[in-house]
């Protein structure tokens, strides 16, 4: 490492954090180990376990109830073919900075045994995010709305909600359709009523602290949201409302999928409503990559172009489009959760060519994306930080931009961007 990524590094350590993406509620949630390679085995890390093609083999290891001897030796064959990807070296800083451990043995394992973290304890929680200097967090929860507007579930002061919209655009029956209306007490008795329940769902949630949207269709479904017709819609919606025994499945109900999706983006308009879009990469394993390519996103973003559009994790693979709908439009930026451990050398070279193709005021530079496991998102954060030096420390060297500069980019990716652009109402941080 060259002395300007050193001292970059240096610099950027200090920089405070808003965390765009996490799917966290606080110590209440926070996990308690009893199994030190469970403590070490957490979210990701697991696709890239098994997908050395041993997911039998990795049940085995991981199952507590064996003992650890044994355990280790099917785990540590596993580890060797695995242990050099970015999830891993999450696992890796765990086992460093939290546990003081340098290297994954047996002997480690057994010295962690009886020092596992607590992190329903709130001193332990929220002082690891201290630490981290994560000062916000975005979330992506599932306590229910009906909580959330009933004010039966009140997240913590370093959160900020985020209304997931899956659910309420992919539906197939009446059941499903009631569940959501429910939680406002209202019943829907066509397509026009659903979306003004749902209008009003939104609205509610928005009163009690929603900043935003979120959608992870591209999970299940294509990012190709066709502006369907309503008639189209209808005919799909009158189908199963009229019989509560039936139900439409995949793809059949596509065209009431892609309708009320559109529908929802008018609402975040007229809520003003950022809206953050899962494009590229997925958790777990096989699953098919080309629907989340975020390229088949561009209708919806030439349509709806009063909507701020936050498009997550790099689109990875697929960087030269993600680049491209970061430049060209408007009401496009660009979000680094999760990226930085989900390949950190393309973070690295992605964020280095977005200082010269994109304007720096619209990448969001980290979100961590791990459940209440948040020595992990703080491990993760690490690991952005050393992406973020990487990359600016690049750009200083070959006369791009100066030191000053990369110190300030540094502070608009990790704070002052997600500050503005979320209208979080921060002061910004300067350098
Ligand atoms: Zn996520």
């Known amino acids: 490492m060259n002395a300007t990524y050193e001292t970059l590094r240096a610099d950027i350590a200090s920089i405070p954090v808003i965390d765009c993406h996490e799917h966290t509620n606080g110590p209440v949630s926070g996990p308690t180990y009893s199994d030190p390679l469970a403590a070490l085995v957490v979210g990701y890390v697991n696709s890239d376990l098994q997908s050395a093609g041993t997911e039998p083999v990795l049940a085995a290891a991981m199952d507590a109830s064996k003992p650890l001897e044994e355990r280790w030796k099917l785990f540590e064959e596993i580890w060797k073919r695995t242990q050099h990807t970015s999830y891993a070296r999450v696992t890796k800083w ?12 047996l002997d480690a394992l057994k010295r962690m045994g009886g020092n596992l973290l607590n992190l329903k304890n709130e001193k332990t929680y929220w002082g690891i995010l201290d630490k981290a200097g994560i000062k ?15 004010g039966e579930h009140v997240l913590p002061d370093r959160d900020r909600y985020m209304i997931g919209l899956p659910g309420y655009h992919s539906i197939h029956s009446w059941n499903e359709v009631n569940g959501y209306t429910q939680q406002v007490g209202r019943i829907a008795a066509s397509l026009d009523e659903y979306v003004d329940i749902c209008r009003e769902i ?23 949201f066709d502006n369907a017709t309503r008639a189209d819609a209808e005919k799909i919606f009158n189908f199963f409302m009229e019989d509560p025994r039936r139900s439409v499945g995949y793809p059949g109900s596509k065209p009431l999928d892609d309708y009320l999706f559109h529908a929802f983006m008018r609402i975040a308009r007229d809520l003003d409503m950022p809206v953050q879009i899962h494009t590229g990469h997925m958790a777990g394993v096989r699953n098919d990559i080309a629907k989340t390519n975020a390229v088949h996103f561009t209708s919806v ?38 990226l930085h451990i989900i390949d950190s050398i393309y973070a690295q070279n992605v964020l280095t060519e977005s200082v010269a193709a994109v304007p720096h005021g619209k990448i969001h530079g ?26 600016l420390a690049r750009l200083v060297d070959s006369g791009w931009i100066g030191m000053d500069d990369a110190r300030q980019i540094a502070a608009d990716w990790l704070f002052n961007n997600p500050n503005r652009f979320f209208r979080l109402g921060f002061e910004p941080v300067t350098v």
């Open 94 to 105: 765990v086992l460093r900075e939290m546990y003081g451990e340098k290297e994954l043995s």
């Open 136 to 150: 916000c967090r975005i979330v992506n929860i599932w306590v229910g709305d009906r909580k959330i507007i009933e």
């Open 202 to 224: 939104f609205t509610r949630l928005k009163g009690r602290g929603a900043i935003g949207m979120k959608d992870q269709s591209a999970y299940n479904r294509t990012l190709q």
């Open 301 to 338: 973003l030439e349509l709806h172009r009063e909507v701020r559009f936050d498009l997550f994790h790099g689109n990875w693979p697929y960087m030269g489009e993600w680049l491209y709908l970061g430049k060209n439009f408007p009401n496009v930026a660009l979000d680094c959760c999760w």
């Open 366 to 391: 980290f979100g961590g994306d791990y459940g209440d496991s948040v020595e992990f998102a703080a491990g993760h954060l690490s690991i952005a930080r050393d992406n973020i030096a990487a990359a």
